[in-house]
């Protein structure tokens, strides 16, 4: 019997191997450059907090006493910063990865420290801080997320703090009452008028909020009411500003409000009505998809109104060669006889291309351009392939899999995934003859499972529970849709239709 060679492992190695390999998550993660910035931005804010223009440090004992107030905010900054640092690691780890927001993030937090030094220096009325970190947060509930808006604005509350020294209770509880409020109400800006109205309710909350504090510490009417004024202006004021700038907000961070979807989703925006006249077939197609991936979002607490409109947008590519593409051709006429399989398999993949170039020409809102780019993924054009395959076993040769595979990417959020799904049961459920129940039922779940196990899912946080709600929802609006529809014979075309569909069990 031979002794089987065990290799022993040197426990210090191992530690050393864990150490490189936690040093090289935490590189690959973007965070040296993250702390180095961060740095930056705590010596900044240092000298942001200690400067002041009428006591500039001239004699030795003036530089020394600077230097040493410097050092004293640098380091209570820094630790409120390192508190940050996690949060956004935590919570945002993009802003870490990506290292053009953190810096736009840091630059915004500088701005709202400097306003706040600016108001303490000149000793205008505190309350007006109000207004810098409502500006933030607002501006953070539409670039990121609610959650990450108030943990920021709990920072800069933090902040405002350091600023002030010890007359604080009053502005802070402001600050943290405004900014709370007006986050909880930012969930979804469905017309333009809604940022002024969420600023005069801000107002309000702040308002009492200001009355509240000034009668607990026994403080004299007239200031109770002026701060309130100030406060409460404030927060009016930021809602016209915010108001203004929102493009631009929805610019840099490359977002979508709800107002701007809506706009967006429009039949008569330039380039839908374009479809529409090229493309009919493609633009009912778009429509019913919008109809369900909406349901389907929703039903999982996704954005409904952001799958809805980029449903109407996802096949645009499809205005260049319309009919080419089984919804929009006659009756008995399939353009693709008299093509080769790689000929059509170009034609049909290249709408993703094109309809990226036409996004592009009429300024789609970035946040809808995944929706053209990924709702195909990385998956297969299984019709002409199979064509493919048949023609090449006659000559002997092979046909790569790749070849008739999409470029991707994959989708990379739940709405992208979303519409990935409901683009191939319309599809698939369209070609069929008798669109019962049980077999609508067993084409959405033929297809989720199909798309699961191609790994189509891999780029965004999809979970099994989503994919479940996802499919209960869809065959509930398909059952919907078809409900009552007339069964007509079965003709020789519309079978090369079905077939065209049934391959690739979705539209191109
Ligand atoms: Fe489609
Ligand atoms: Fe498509």
Known sequence: MTK?????????????RELAHKWRRFYDAGAPVSLLMLGVFVIISGFVLCFNP??????????????????????LISVVSLAMGFYVAVYEPQVIRNHARGAVLLVFL???LVVMRIIAIYDWPRHLMVAPVLMLVIVL??????RFALGMGAFAAILSTIVLGEETLSVFLSICSGMGFSVLMLKEIRSRSYLIRVSFYTALVVVVMVWAVGFWMSSPLVSILFNSLWAGGSAIA????????LPVIEAVFRTATAMTLQECGEASRPLLKRLAVAAPGTFNHSWQIGMLSEAAAEAIGANGILCRVGSYYHDVGKINKPRYFVENQ?????QHRELSPTMSRMIIIGHVEDGMELAREYHLPRILHQFIACHHGTTLVEYFFHEATKKSAETGSNVPETEFRYPGPKPPSKEAAIVMIADAVEGATRAMQEPAPSRIENVVREIVMKRLLDGQFDN?????????????SLIKSLCGMYHGRITYPKSEDTDIATKLNGATKTTF
Do not use: H
């Not at 509930?141 to 609610?146: K, R």
């Not at 930021?238 to 700038?245: D, R």
């Not at 006659?330 to 399939?334: D, I, L, M």
């Open 4 to 16: 089987k060679k065990v290799k022993r492992v040197d426990p210090r190695q191992l530690g050393d």
């Open 54 to 75: 009428t006591m500039l440090p001239g004699s030795e004992d003036g530089r020394w006493i600077f230097a040493v107030s410097l050092l004293e905010v640098c380091l």
């Open 110 to 112: 500088l701005l709202v």
């Open 141 to 146: 509930a539409i670039g990121y997320s609610q």
């Open 238 to 245: 930021v809602g016209f500003i915010m108001q203004g700038i």
């Open 330 to 334: 006659a009756e008995n006429f399939n």
């Open 460 to 472: 965004c946080d999809m979970t099994l529970k989503d994919l479940k709600k996802i499919e209960v």
